[in-house]
């Protein structure tokens, strides 16, 4: 018999079908001479109930056996259901009971736990309510960035993990050796002797797939990266990860105008393809977590983003009737508390802030003819600060040379890259978004280690 | 004005369009009065054949900068084309030139380059007919991959790439640590003291995401991965990479019938998706590069997959007419050579075979009422070998604790692993997909270094 998903039942299933289903027991209640069980199998948040009644073959057995986490297949029919909260329930003609799950020992019994609890379970934590909605949106969230890429044209480029280059100099950056620590080999005048590692030099976990993506934008016009990404940063906080994904669209014939276009309409797009595909989890996201996810994505959906200049920015925040922690001067970098006051506040929508100072950006961003500014823009959202970042790129060679050296980067480590200016340079822009970040703000949640399945933090790599 | 596509207007551009399009100069020819520029954007193949009309101010100066590589927008109108090879043909008003390409310097001239010279010059060899085609089809095979399982249900899920465990065994390991290798400290018995790591214990590069799978399987019922695998093998062959991408589906509620019947209807989905899409660029690897890989792609939409078990496989292999480098003898694992006989000479199609002996197989797959094989599959194609590998897995704790203990493997770093038998476990099944054998399978490409943009190799990590 084929086995049918809980979500389609609930969605479509009609009295006197005879479904089989499959999933795991969340909740038993036992009546005279029935019972109630609420089983789930991941699909959806909600659980299919199921009517149990006593005279079913070995009844009182396989009650005793049908507790909380416990794997059943149920066969029976589809009954218009008679209690408030399901349209429909099935009723059992015949329940297989796969495997069991100990009430004295199984973590998860019927109550709320902390997600600090949780992730010390990391390997149950995703049969809860709240970490199955996290994961279902997550996926969501994945399919919604390929198919708004895929359907413009825009090819899936897998650049390396692995990276010999450490110019970008975005952070502290993993080593990745085959060498024995306990023994690393040295040369003669006791420096590492990398001629005995895997690839001979060192190597490092990436930071970003940019400049490899700039390099397939030359070829194809427009790709996008989408992988995980690397910082070996000691931040202990809730919105840090060692390890986590990116979005890294790059495009040729593309200046900062078609940039900032792409990356609003892609935000749009994301969104209403949650809110389309996961009404129900978001739902719950918005009664449970943060009751303002439901009107953050309407506002992301439905409003012009805010378009404004650095310069101009910094005089807003200059002018604001608030006080802020850290200074706000002209050359100074944008804090959390600034871009907030910006979107939630002043704009009360997402804002693109574009033209920072050159010295406190990438040197990769085309120089604006002020000298001073360059083609930069970071998206600002409500409640979460920066989402996107992204810049249109400098693709002048002698521009380029120039801010490689200012910036103390090796211009011959970066032979490659510059290449790519000496040969059919174009203009081009591109964008960054940390896609945990993404997924936090689309949840609600508070803690970035609840919407990643195995989260790397300092001090932790479990599971 | 809107640019388009090249290969919209090849496909469907009408005569007295006003298109812009904006590539990169693949050829130029020279005529009387007129010249012929061939402009590519990575959109297909195929090149746009843009006429020049002397007429067009600055024709001389311009035709001087249209040399191959050069990055130009032309705007014009389609006409249909008089010369063989093309059905349109876009007649420039007027020529943009963003980026020249010294034709003293730049390495892409037009003439055939080896796969060997290309790979020193990996920032530059994806504008190359072949390197295109390989890089569109492993774009259309991606989306192919995401398009298969989330039409089904199943969730994308995102296992770790840093991992404290080295338990699965299933080959050497690169070690991921922030300590300063120069340096690296040490306690007091002169171990090396990896509380001063980011992890606080020694942590590698994944080999697979399984068993992480695993766990989310019994949450959603099925999911996939879809990532970078490492290998620290010195293998320096033509199939070998230190960093490949593996697609690795997880099914609860799953036999090895139910495994093999998505294996085989997957590898169908993703033949038809791509041959569909990309029919250009199969059809140039079939001229160019190997002219079995649509008769192969045909083959394996259109057969039925044979399946035997290994000890059938055995004793066909030990009746064959074939002198193999390798013995045949049950207990022994089966060799390229065998697997290709099995594919290619014997069955003329894939062939899945199953139930191996346990001794060669990993502790996870179910063991057999035999005592000696496993539910095991791996699916063998022609021209390849093994292109699939998966297994039923152990669902029954006791057995699992025991195949855990025979391989020599620790269960206390397991914990989590059994937890998932221990509570609500079910039969269920799986399998991993390497991809860049798929691309390889797909495209003909001889060497595995060429259908991955950016490859690791032993003593090679560049761009």
Redesign the interface.
């Known amino acids: 018999m084929v086995?049918r998903?809980i979500?389609e039942i609930l969605r479509s299933g009609q009295p006197d079908e005879s479904p089989q289903i499959?999933?795991?027991?969340r909740t038993k209640r036992e009546s005279k001479g029935f019972a109630f069980i609420e089983v789930n199998?991941?699909?959806s948040l909600a659980n299919l109930q199921v009517v149990i009644n006593q005279d079913l073959p070995d009844y009182e057995a396989i009650l005793k056996k049908l507790n909380t986490?416990?794997?059943v297949?149920v066969t029976g029919v589809l009954v218009a259901s008679l209690g408030k909260g399901q349209r429909i329930e099935l009723k059992a003609e015949a329940v297989k009971v796969?495997?069991?799950?100990?009430p004295e020992?199984?973590p998860l019994q019927k109550k709320r736990h902390s997600f600090e609890f949780l992730r010390t379970i990391?390997?149950?934590r995703?049969?809860t309510n709240s970490?199955?909605a996290v994961?279902?949106v997550?996926?969501a969230c994945?399919?919604a960035i390929?198919q708004f890429f895929?359907e413009r044209?825009f090819?899936?480029?897998?650049?390396?993990?692995?990276?010999?280059s450490d110019c970008e100099g975005a952070g502290?950056l993993?080593?990745?050796?085959?060498?024995d620590?306990?023994n690393?080999p040295r040369t003669d005048n006791q420096?590492?002797d990398y001629t005995q590692d895997?690839?001979?030099?060192?190597?490092y976990?990436t930071v970003s797939g940019q400049l490899?993506a700039e390099?397939?934008a030359?070829?194809?016009?427009n790709v996008y990266t989408f992988?995980?990404t690397?910082r070996?940063e000691?931040s202990n906080t809730s919105r840090h990860l060692?390890?986590f994904?990116m979005v890294e669209p790059e495009m040729?014939?593309c200046d900062l105008e078609g940039d900032m276009d792409l990356a609003e309409a892609f935000l749009k797009y994301i969104f209403k393809f949650v809110l389309e595909t996961c009404p129900e989890d978001m739902e719950f996201f918005n009664q449970r977590i943060d009751n303002s996810v439901l009107a953050t994505a309407e506002n992301i959906i439905n409003n012009q983003f805010e378009r404004l200049t650095y310069t101009d920015a910094i005089a807003l925040l200059e002018k604001a009737d608030v006080k802020f922690e850290y200074p706000v001067s002209w050359g100074l970098d944008l804090q959390s508390e600034h871009e907030r006051y910006l979107a939630e506040q002043l704009f009360k929508k997402p804002a693109i802030v574009t033209d920072y100072p050159a010295q406190i950006k990438a040197f990769y961003m085309r120089l604006n003819d002020d000298e001073k500014t360059v083609r930069a823009m970071d998206i600002l959202a409500p409640k979460i600060g920066e989402i996107v970042g992204g810049s249109q790129r400098e693709?002048r060679l002698e521009v380029l040379e120039r801010r490689v050296l200012a910036q103390g980067l090796n211009p011959e480590e970066l032979w490659?890259?510059l290449?790519?200016?000496?040969?059919?340079?174009?203009?081009h822009a591109g964008f960054g978004l940390g896609f945990e970040r993404l997924v936090q703000f689309m949840t609600g949640m508070a803690n970035i280690r609840d919407v990643?399945?195995?989260p790397?933090t300092?001090?932790?790599?479990?599971?």
């Not at 895997?198 to 190597?203: E, L, R, V």
């Not at 030359?218 to 016009?221: D, G, I, N, R, V």
């Open positions: 086995n998903r979500a499959q999933g795991w027991v199998d991941g699909s986490g416990a794997a297949e796969y495997g069991e799950a100990d020992t199984y990391g390997h149950l995703s049969r970490l199955g994961f279902r997550r996926n994945s399919a390929h895929q044209g090819l899936w480029v897998h650049t390396p993990i692995i990276t010999a502290e993993f080593s990745v050796t085959s060498l620590l306990k690393v420096a590492v895997f690839f001979g030099k060192p190597t976990l490899e390099v397939m030359m070829a194809f016009s992988g995980p690397f070996a000691n060692a390890e994904w040729a014939f693709e490659w890259y290449d790519l200016r000496r040969y059919g340079t174009v203009p990643i399945p195995f790397r300092p001090q932790s790599a479990e599971f």
